[in-house]
């Protein structure tokens, strides 16, 4: 079976190469945004790449229940990497609004009040941040049922984050709509019912 043998190849993976493979895009960024290879703006452009990517990190991390639910694929050894790397480059591109594109504080206080895809953008980092915190497996044993409660939370940051590309986006993209539409897909997943696993008795 197909999803036996991915699975099989999916366990020689380490963790830390998910971690490797991840955060590649974030020198190479870095060394784009030094020397001109993200165009004029290039503030702007890393800020926008390192949000995209964290986006992609959590549909990806959305995508875990559904592919072992439908399809027999198990990637959960990889579901905390995936949502650690994705609060690393949501913290990257918070970083770099920060620091290197508004750097006043009193301005960036006015812009989350004032700026609704700014606002909606802090909302999500703020909801991933006891997520991240609780990523480990003290928190597991320590919380206990409350862990899995808590960590419901990962659908709100998710959907806020789509809802914030797609108010980057000015005008009409169908670009961060699929991202959102997408969002909204897997989200909906999760909440279909469970089919039951009782074979019924054939009649005679």
Sequence with gaps: MLAAKLNGWMRHIPVWAVWLVALLPVPALLYLAATGGLG?????????EL??????????????????????????RFRRALGLL??????LH???????????????WAD???????????????????????????SVRKLGPRWVKLHRLTYAAVLLA??????????????????LA???????LRFLPKQSRRVSKAVP
Aim: glycine share 8%; proline share 5%.
């Design 51 to 76: 949000g995209e990517i964290a986006l992609k990190l959590l549909i990806l991390g959305l995508c875990i229940t559904p592919l072992r639910r439908f399809f027999g694929i198990n990637l959960l």
């Design 86 to 91: 994705a609060f690393t480059y949501v913290a």
């Design 162 to 179: 789509g809802v914030h590309f797609v108010m980057v986006r000015k005008g009409f993209q169908f670009e961060p709509l699929i991202y």
């Design 112 to 138: 989350i009040l004032k700026r609704p895809y700014i606002t909606i953008g802090m909302a999500g980092f703020v909801l991933m941040i006891p997520l991240a915190v609780t990523s480990n497996n003290l």
């Design 40 to 48: 004029r703006e290039p503030i702007e452009a890393l800020e926008h």
């Design 94 to 108: 918070l970083l770099v609004w920060l620091v290197l594109d508004v750097q006043i504080l009193s301005q960036i």
């Design 182 to 188: 997408v969002i909204g897909l897997l989200i909906g």
